[in-house]
């Protein structure tokens, strides 16, 4: 929920400076790639590289040019320790040190870390909530959309193209309009059915004309920041609202703390430092550190359906 709002705004920033860093604006860098390209990257060359390429480089889409950039990066990355400055950034990344195919690998396990632990959750919901729980179909449609999410998530982070920055976004996106939608159904919606169904279909419109105008008009970060940062409040504003007014029941504490330790987990990312051994980065611990409470989030939903469904059969009992 909140948390993806954090992530969203690290890569806004990121690809905000993906047009220059400190890195890819240097002459020794540009000088680097372009003749690593001239040497390796056509004719005869390029046949030998594609020849003793191993087979997961190529089917994950890692060309003649990126093993270039990434080779001179470190080249880079070497000279400005040499002289004893910084680490630079390259096209809004931190370097880090690429194992098999995966371009960041820590971020890439922890968001298939996270990934598992919802289809852990949402494989309890399902054998412990009955699927006549008024909730159950609402929350097991949240549960795919964030599998999906955090499968893009482990996607992007193992393959950054055009195509899975994209995905990510758009996917992040969806997990915060379903979160809305979610506390919708869980606030009026039991009651007014015609009310949520009216305001699904308004959330169904917002997500179709941001992704087409972001795919087919401009995609400008800037804007999608803008929409997701105010979506997100509204999302964290209204679960807490929600909580406060449910606070006399017992498991409404552990959707308040999933909100708040959110918030505080996405000031991680606010942290920039280089990647420790190249491969541990902020944004990586952050995504660990979100592992716990998908789990927790599970378990309100769990034990909220269930509240439910025994409040509705006692209300049948008394009709």
């Known amino acids: 929920m909140a948390g993806r709002i954090a992530h969203l705004v690290l890569l806004a920033g ?3 400076l993906a047009s220059g860093s400190q890195g890819d604006r240097e002459p020794v860098y540009r000088d680097c790639v372009r003749g690593c390209e001239q040497r390796n990257c056509s004719g005869v060359a390029l046949k030998h590289f594609r020849s003793h390429q191993p087979i997961y480089m190529s089917l994950t889409g890692w060309t003649c040019r990126d093993d270039c950039k990434y080779e001179c990066m470190w080249f880079t990355v070497g000279l400005y320790l040499q002289e004893g400055h910084k680490v630079p ?10 194992f098999l ?20 959750m949402l494989w309890r919901y399902r054998t412990s909530v009955p699927a006549s729980s008024p909730m159950y179909p609402t929350c097991m449609a949240f549960a795919w959309v964030s599998l999906n999410a955090w499968f893009w998530s482990t996607v992007f982070h193992t393959r950054d193209t055009d195509l899975t920055e994209k995905m990510d976004y758009f996917c992040a996106s969806t997990v915060i309009l379903h979160s ?23 959330l169904l419109l917002m997500l179709t004309a941001h992704v087409s105008y972001l795919s087919l008009v401009h995609f400008d970060y800037g804007y999608n920041l ?3 940062v105010m979506i997100g409040l509204v999302n964290v504003v209204w679960w807490l609202a929600w909580c406060w007014s449910q606070r006399a029941l017992p498991h409404v504490h552990k959707c308040a703390a999933v909100v708040l330790l959110l918030q505080g987990l996405s000031l991680l990312e606010l942290l920039d430092f280089p990647p420790l051994f190249w491969v541990l980065d902020a944004h990586a611990i952050w995504h660990i550190s979100t592992i716990p409470v998908h789990i927790l989030f599970f378990s309100f939903l769990k034990d909220d359906s269930l509240y439910l469904l025994e409040e509705s059969e006692a209300k049948f009992k008394l009709d």
């Open 89 to 98: 950034q390259f096209h809004g990344k931190w370097p880090f040190s690429r």
């Open 226 to 228: 803008a929409a997701n």
């Open 180 to 202: 809305i939608y979610l506390c919708c159904v869980r606030t009026v919606g039991l009651q007014r059915p015609a009310v949520v169904s009216a305001f699904r279909a308004l």
């Open 101 to 120: 195919f995966f371009q960041e690998p820590a971020s890439a396990v922890a968001s298939f870390l996270n990934g598992l632990a919802s289809l852990t």
């Open 14 to 16: 990121a690809a905000a």
